[in-house]
């Protein structure tokens, strides 16, 4: 008997105005879950566009001749993040476009340091481009 009590005592809160403004609560706080879940989705991606722009343009530097660490210096990020970004960057490079024997570009992207510059190598071991001035 007591049980039933209880539960009816239940019912009759769960109709009251009470409940109707603790669920709304309720649905606002979930709303605002859900929105901050797509703010830090949106922010993720925003960040890893940005980190894969800088490692693309570490890459483009030091293709260009300058070496890894002035590129660094010149883009202003800490030596650990530039090192990691465009070693990110060269291997992204490397996956989505193999090198060919005229494609120097991707020969050079290959031997940035923090690399694989084996890629690069000819048989002899000499990691030259060869035709570049």
């Not at 291997?91 to 031997?111: N, Q």
Request: aromatic fraction near 0%.
């Amino acid at each position: 008997m007591a049980a039933r009590v209880d539960r009816l005592i239940a019912d009759r809160d769960e109709r009251g105005p009470n409940a109707s403004a603790r669920r709304q609560r309720i649905t606002a706080a979930v709303r605002d879950g859900r929105r901050a879940l797509l703010t830090r989705r949106t922010s993720r991606a925003a960040v890893q566009d940005a980190e894969a722009r800088v490692g693309a343009a570490l890459v483009r530097i030091t293709a260009e001749g300058l070496p890894l660490k002035a590129a660094i210096d010149a883009v202003g990020v800490s030596k650990t993040v530039g090192r990691r970004l465009a070693s990110a960057s060269a291997e992204t490079t490397r996956r989505l476009s193999p090198a060919s024997p005229t494609d120097t570009t991707s020969l050079h992207a290959a031997c940035v340091p923090g690399g694989h510059p084996e890629i690069g190598a000819t048989a002899t071991g000499d990691t030259s481009v060869k035709g570049n001035p």
